[in-house]
């Protein structure tokens, strides 16, 4: 039965077009699935990872700094649709800032602000700094052209985008490719972000960054705004002569999620456990910051000399551990069909490169987006853009909890019409049920916003505290 799923999900991807590696990587990973592989990293086996160098600590001399980005490419995975917000397009095209300065004035989206933060970085040392998107197939029209204004982003004839590649979902019951009538497209999902190691072997971006004088490469994920061009950590992997170097955060009360770096007990190398690579028995530990005290930003370095080895070496089939995602075909319909989604996380390479490092970064270089409570600490006077387009915190930020009625970005555009609220005085937000804010709201402490029972609005110039709204 599972030699009959195989057959079918690789004529599949072949009619589609895939890159033969991507289809390599699938089978790999469908032989570790039918053996029963889980994927999971059981905290038995693993220590903490620990003692990490500082960004903050690093005292690196502006012209090591500059040497090292003129020698870096940045790379950012811009293959998500920000469906979870009921977006179709890219979601790097979704306004997250407004910018009053002159001629680069108006609304900013994710792209914007990336575009920009390349721009000041090669304004300010020179350097190149090419930028080359992941793109998937349902992002890269819109994102190209959103890029076609910038005709100074293109460097040296290096291509601004890759293809992110794409798998069959798989029925849970007897592993062969799910079909489903009613949308097509919802058959197909994309394979996680360690796709990104097929994808580069296949569209010959590693070679071409080498050919074109360059050593390093930076990437991170297009809705981190906080993972800029950064010439003191560039230096500092530069030095290292490690081949992979990984972003850790120290976690907070809010880091409930996210993929960590532990040390393998067995071979003391370290290895990603990502939240769906975690037993539920170790649930709890993993995520004690007084064990396990980092959390994984997806912010990774590469030496391209090293990554160009192993891409060649394997054929672009890196051997990272499985992640077995069990959905719906239709993940809004729960009586659609169980499937499941084979993935991997590009985080897990740490075990592949002999001598990867990681080092401990601020929590200003993580700055995701997932959903629109992200989204309005973004757009509120918590952050300041700064002449280099970075996103720099005023204050400590609060924790914002928007209910479900906020969940679509078409919905919570509408109820935040008039601008975020000013957060700078809260410790957190929480709005329970459906209210549209008025102008110059303030939110001050552990500000509460209860269910009113129907439909409500806070005036213009309120401010919200724990008892509610104030005049």
């Known amino acids: 039965m599972s030699d009959r799923g195989l057959a079918l999900a690789r004529s599949k991807m072949q009619a589609e077009g895939v ?12 032989h570790l699935l039918e053996s029963g592989e ?11 990872l620990t003692d990490l160098p500082r960004h903050a600590d690093l005292a690196v001399p502006d012209a090591d700094a500059q040497a090292a980005l003129a020698r870096t490419a940045i790379i950012k995975l811009n293959g998500g649709l ?50 080359v998107l992941m793109n998937s197939f349902r992002t890269r029209d819109d994102t190209l052209a959103a890029l076609a204004p910038y005709d100074d982003i293109a460097v040296d004839g290096l291509p601004l985008d890759f293809l992110q590649n794409r798998e069959p979902k798989l029925r849970a019951d007897t592993l062969e490719p799910v079909e489903w009538p009613a949308d097509p497209t919802l058959e197909w999902c994309p ?41 003191a950590i560039a230096a500092w992997f530069a030095a290292s002569g490690a081949p992979y170097a990984a972003e850790m955060c120290l976690k907070s009360p809010a880091d409930v999620k996210g993929g960590q770096l532990v040390v393998r007990k067995s071979d003391g190398r370290i290895v990603q456990r990502e939240t769906a690579q975690t037993h539920p028995d170790d649930v709890d530990v993993s995520l004690d910051p007084t064990v396990h005290r980092y959390f994984h930003t997806n912010n990774l370095w590469f030496d391209l000399e090293a990554l160009a080895a192993e891409l060649d070496r394997t054929g672009g089939v890196l051997e990272l551990p499985l992640i077995r995602n069990e959905k719906t075909v239709d993940p809004t319909d729960a009586s659609s069909p169980a499937v499941v989604q084979i993935e ?88 329970e049920g459906d ?33 509610g709204v104030q005049p």
């Open 344 to 431: 991997s996380a590009m985080g897990a390479a740490v075990a592949v490169f002999e001598g990867a490092t990681a080092i401990e970064v601020g929590r200003e270089r993580f700055l995701p987006v997932k959903t629109t409570s992200d989204l309005l600490l973004m757009r509120s006077d918590v952050y300041e853009l700064t002449d280099d387009y970075r996103l720099v915190a005023q204050v400590d930020a609060p924790l914002v909890k928007l209910s479900t009625t906020y969940k679509q970005i078409a919905g919570f555009d509408v109820r935040f019409a008039q601008g975020a609220p000013s957060l700078r005085a809260a410790s957190s937000l929480t709005v």
């Open 19 to 30: 890159a033969p590696a991507a289809i390599e990587t699938f089978t790999r990973f469908y």
């Open 191 to 231: 394979p996680g972000h360690g796709d990104l190691y097929p994808a580069l072997h296949a569209s010959g971006v590693v070679r071409a960054l080498l050919d074109a004088g360059f050593r390093y490469a930076s990437v991170s994920n297009s809705d981190n705004l906080g993972a800029a061009p950064d010439g």
């Open 435 to 467: 209210w549209t804010f008025g102008a110059r709201v303030r939110a001050e402490g552990d500000a509460v916003l209860a269910d009113a029972g129907e439909a409500a609005t806070v005036p213009d110039g309120a401010t919200v505290t724990a008892d």
């Open 82 to 131: 920000g469906t979870s917000m009921g977006m179709d397009k890219a979601k790097s095209l979704l306004t997250v800032r407004d910018d009053a300065r002159g001629e680069e004035g108006g609304a900013l989206t994710f792209l914007d602000v990336i575009v920009r933060q390349v721009r000041a970085a090669r304004e300010a040392t020179g350097a190149r700094l090419p930028l």
């Open 38 to 48: 889980t994927g999971l990293v059981r905290e038995a086996d693993v220590d903490p």
